[in-house]
């Protein structure tokens, strides 16, 4: 826990977490005037998901003042009213009631991780308002009209994602003989974890573990010990935030070396930095690197992400998935307020049905299952310290491949 504790100290370096909102408003410029359009949300400030909340901080705090320099909202201003929800959905679910009902805001952003986003769907629904949301892991409970979900990761996300894991492994052959599962019991980390399961079964995977922890473990080592004795082809691991860091140091305590881990939703940083996770596989919709980088604003965003996330004491600089979906949330609802020259939260969520928008993850659609659109997720790997995408090929930087035993 030494080198976890350390680490988390440098994500959380600058935030003052005793503080239960900020409002985040960028410097007036002559662009816009009124009063100011108030967007309301909460992210995990505090608390076990807190270094991937903060990438999302400071990524809406990149996204206003951009905003700002432009035109706002309509003309007007924008003001980022965010509370911290502290890692806990049952708090969310009364913070997005305060927002909506004493703070008064216009418009309201989801939190960060599948718990909270239902909360706070919960408390849209009840009001009607429009709710953008970027990280629900589990598309089958979005049954809200006006939920718009911008994490592009498709309906059936359980099924798809897997194949697309599994189809990469294969193409690059290495199809594993057995599969050891190792899953927290977070709801959308259980979701896929079973999704998997079930992908592996089908494909003639041989199950050699299936094992299931209680979200916020801090133990790994009887984990770990399992694993070892697993000895699998392939290791999924069904894990969020820090858990794949502590996993992987009780994992080097018995000088055990995982084949092929997986790490589902992983702190993108800590991860990446680990001397212990070279080769690590994980998901994504955006790395900082050609070609999600072609674009002049994808460049910028990039720049400006790097200098922030070095300020705020963040150790891994590169703008990785969790900061493009963060954005690509705003540009989402900017696109529609822009679109319909409005703040009316029923013609928003009509507007975002019927069209596209374009966003850094993609040309994104709300016209599916659950709103949802296409499953654009990728594969990515741990390289010389740094993500890389390495599947499907086109989405990889020049040279690169993935790296395999």
Known sequence: ??????????????????????????????????????????????????????????????????????????????????????????????????????????????????????????????????????????PKLAKYERQIPVYSIGAVPEQTLPATLFDALAANGKTPKTVAFVTSKFPSVHFMSVGARETAKKRGINEALWLEFEFGTRDFGPI???????????????????????????????????????????????LAQSPDAANALSMTLFEDHAPFTNTPQATEFARLYRERAGKAGITYLDADMQAAVAYAAWQTLEAAVTATRSLDDAKLAQWLRA??????????????????????????????????????????PPGARMNLQ
Not at 224 to 248: C, H, K, T
């Open 355 to 396: 069209n596209r928008v374009d966003t850094l993850i993609g040309k994104l659609r709300f016209d599916g299952a659950g709103n949802y659109g296409d499953d654009l997720q990728k594969i990515k790997q741990v390289q010389a310290g740094r993500w890389i995408t390495v599947w499907p090929r086109e989405f990889a």
């Open 224 to 270: 770990a010990a399992r694993i070892r004795e697993a000895n699998a082809d392939f290791l999924w691991v069904g894990s969020i935030g820090l858990e794949g860091n502590q996993l992987l140091e009780a994992l080097k305590k018995l000088d055990y070396a995982p084949k092929n881990p997986f790490f589902l939703y992983p702190s993108p940083g800590p």
């Open 1 to 138: 826990m030494g080198t976890i504790s350390r680490k988390l100290g440098l994500q959380l370096t600058g935030l003052v977490c005793a503080v239960s909102a900020a409002l985040v408003t960028a410097a007036a410029v002559a662009a816009t005037s009124g009063a100011p359009v108030r967007v309301g949300g909460t992210l995990a400030l505090t608390g076990p998901l807190a270094p991937t909340g903060l990438i999302h901080k400071i990524v809406g705090e990149i996204y206003v003042e951009q905003a700002n320099k432009r035109d706002g909202f309509l003309g007007r201003p924008v003001e980022w009213v965010l509370l911290d929800d502290q890692s806990k959905a049952d708090l969310a679910r009364s913070l997005y009631e305060k927002l909506v009902t004493v703070d008064r805001v216009d418009l309201l952003l989801g939190p960060y991780a599948t718990g909270g986003i239902l909360s706070a769907m919960a408390v849209a629904e009840r009001h009607g308002k429009l709710l953008i949301h970027n990280t629900l892991g589990i």
